[in-house]
């Protein structure tokens, strides 16, 4: 199994440890290193001094060993070395150094418990030498080990500051690089839900975020204008010919009245009724394009749901009975949020509009407001013949219109319409099998 | 009527002018805002209709500059689709009324007719009165030769809107603009359905159907009195 970190504070958590190992174990090599050389250097004066005193090859009686304890006693070089000689009855013939008990032949350290006058670290060398005699020279090792604790204090100082040096930098660049991604993912969310305009905030520094912060920009001024220019296309075309339209309407109205009473009424009437249907397919588009363009948002102000869904109930009720449907309204309390009140007016008609002209006569309809959780769940329910469950999401596109049976009005806008104007609200519009029938249920976040 | 068409497009000011005139109105055209200022103020119009998107000075700043200088002439802002913020801000700087471009010459003509009529009747006290019909807004009460009506608000406003306007067309988007404060024409026959209701009422004796039908424009009262 291998392991291979993906994300940057995984990959910095690692180059990190490793960096600290490493430096631990160089750093403590370092140490162990000088501390040795130091003690090897005190071993090798210890054994000299006690091979001088024994003399060569391994002659000097105690006598001797006395008499040259004695000389070194006095000479400079020796002036911090201890010593002691002892007969094999353990009684002192010569030296200085005064020990309780003593060490194991063979080099040793002792500390304080040891009680030698002035020395806290020292090294002894025990030696047993002719006519039973032991000889001991012991070194006072107190300014070897300040220099050892020193040593030791000023590679762990190394080390802390080279680790807070590390981690630091890298935390830097984990957050400075993260700061960069958040601010570019910001904007590709906003971008994803339609403000185009959105861009990725550049310091002017001309580092490489910076350059590439600028590229990405750059790509979204492409991208922005490209749009732009489709939509601007389709608009000239649609202002391009609406203008006409509008006139061959006037023209057509006219004919239709002045053909009152003669066989050429019906004719001109259906024509008025084509003209009507067209323009409002562009009336419908102009306002998708208006509602997409998210302008109105600036726009919204506190608007009673509830409120919104009685007037137009109230307004539609004729056209309902008219139609030969049952409808009634449900609301339960005002039901507030930010909204812009003509849009939402719109959104509660197009939806009631739907279930009326998509449903024979003698239909059930039922428009409701209530809230649910953090939502508003604005719902229109018929008992018609309803829409196939794989259909629902179709209907809600642009042209989306379900041709079951092509004799029945509507340019297949409405819906669109509908959703465009939930989403401007931060909402969304679903359709639901009400067995039988369609259930057009849009849910407006409270707080957008 | 006179009118006063401020339109930078020339084909489009052409092709308006025709239409006005196939309607028997004469019309004038002001291709930039200064000229619009300078033929608005030296001489007399019925109407003045203001696209908004102008050289020099915009449409909004016509409106403006025209009220602050008293000038009081019903102005009909023409704006593009999609531009709700154009038209209020034009609402606001002293346009009396907004229409989506193109808009019907028929259309034009009734917005002005209606603004005529709202400015001419200053004291009437709320009652107005076509043929045998009379109407009190302020106490909502509508009464047909001595017979009251019994009309819900919504009717009883369609009814004011007819009789405000009485000899000249009320159009299906005066109506929703008025009585429903839509910004948008519904799918359904919202006005039909109404105007079926109102016309039961007012003929619930079997007297004369008063509303006259302009298809595919709007409704229309004739007072003959």
Redesign the interface.
């Known amino acids: 199994m291998s392991f291979r970190p993906r994300s940057l504070r995984a990959i910095m958590l690692l180059y990190v440890s490793v960096i600290v190992v490493v430096l631990l174990a160089v750093r403590g090599a370092n140490y162990v290193i000088v501390h040795d050389a130091l003690n090897r250097e005190v071993d090798r004066r210890l054994a000299q001094e006690a091979q001088e005193v024994i003399g060569e090859p391994r002659a000097g009686s105690v006598a001797t060993m006395a008499a040259r304890i004695a000389a070194k006693r006095h000479a400079h070089e020796s002036a911090d070395l201890l010593f002691l000689l002892q007969d094999r009855t353990g009684r002192r013939v010569a030296g200085n150094l005064d020990l309780g008990t003593l060490p194991p032949a063979g080099y040793s350290d002792f500390g304080d418990s040891a009680d030698v006058d002035g020395v806290t670290h020292g090294r002894a060398l025990v030696r047993r030498v002719a006519e039973g005699a032991t000889l001991v020279i012991a070194s006072d090792n107190d300014v070897v080990a300040a220099f050892d604790a020193r040593l030791f204090k000023a590679q762990l100082v190394g080390l802390i500051i080279a680790v807070l040096l590390f981690a630091g930098g890298a935390g830097a660049i984990v957050w400075e690089v993260s700061r960069r991604l958040r601010a570019m993912q910001t904007t590709v969310d906003a971008v994803m839900a339609g403000n185009l305009s959105s861009r990725v905030p550049v310091d002017g520094s001309r580092n490489e975020f910076d350059r590439q912060a600028s590229a990405f920009n750059a790509m979204l001024d492409r991208i922005d204008a490209l749009m732009a220019n489709v939509r601007h296309a389709a608009r000239d075309v649609a202002h391009e010919l609406k203008s006409p339209l509008a006139r061959l309407h006037t023209r057509v109205a006219a004919l239709e009245r002045h053909a009152a009473a003669t066989p050429l009424h019906a004719e001109s009437a259906a024509i008025l009724a084509e003209t009507d249907q067209v323009l409002e397919i562009f009336a419908s588009l102009m306002r998708l394009w208006e509602i997409e363009g998210g302008h109105r948002r600036s726009r919204f102000a506190p608007v009673d749901v509830a409120q919104v869904a009685h007037t137009v109930g109230e307004t539609l009720l004729p056209v309902a009975e008219d139609a030969g449907d049952a409808f009634s309204v449900t609301t339960a309390g005002p039901a507030m949020l930010s909204g812009d009140v003509h849009l939402l007016r719109q959104m509660v008609v197009n939806l009631v509009e739907n279930a009326i002209r998509h449903t024979p006569g003698g239909t059930r309809i039922a428009l409701s407001v209530q809230r649910v959780g953090t939502t508003l769940e604005i719902a229109v329910t018929d008992d018609g013949p309803g829409i196939p469950a794989e259909a629902h999401e179709t209907v809600i596109l642009r042209f989306g219109r379900l041709d079951i049976a092509s004799d029945r009005p509507g340019q297949g806008l409405g819906l669109t319409l509908v959703d465009a104007i939930a989403r401007l609200h931060g909402g969304s519009l679903r359709l639901e099998d009400a067995a039988p029938g369609l259930r057009a249920v849009v849910a407006l976040p409270i707080e957008p | 009527m006179r009118l006063l068409v401020v339109e930078d497009d020339a084909r ?1 000011a052409r ?1 308006l002018v025709s ?1 006005l005139a196939d309607l028997g109105h004469d019309s004038v055209v002001a291709p930039d805002g200064r000229a619009a200022l300078l033929q608005a103020t030296a001489d007399q119009f019925d109407a003045v209709l203001l696209d908004v998107m102008l050289p020099h000075v915009d449409g909004i700043g016509v409106a403006r500059a025209l009220r602050d200088r008293g000038v009081s002439v019903p102005i009909v802002m023409l704006t ?6 154009q038209r209020l801000v034009g609402l606001d700087a002293g346009a009396d009324d907004y229409l989506v ?6 259309e034009i003509e009734a917005r002005i007719k209606a603004i005529q009529r709202r400015t001419a009747r200053a004291n009437d006290g709320g009652v107005m009165r076509a043929g045998d019909i009379e109407v009190n807004e302020v106490k909502h009460r509508a009464v047909r030769n001595g017979r009251v009506l019994t009309l819900p608000k ?1 009717e009883f406003q369609m009814l004011c809107e007819l009789i405000r306007n009485k000899n000249s067309v009320v159009t299906r988007q005066m109506f929703y603009r008025t009585v ?11 006005v039909e ?2 105007i ?2 109102v016309r039961a009422q007012l003929c619930a004796n079997g007297e004369a159907d008063p509303i006259t039908t ?4 709007g409704y229309m009262i004739v007072d003959q009195g």
Do not use: C, H
């Open positions: 489009t092709l239409d593009a689709l999609g531009d709700l913020d471009k193109p808009a019907a010459p028929v919504l429903w404060d839509y910004d948008f024409e519904p799918a359904t026959n919202i359905s109404y079926r209701r302009i298809r595919g424009v």
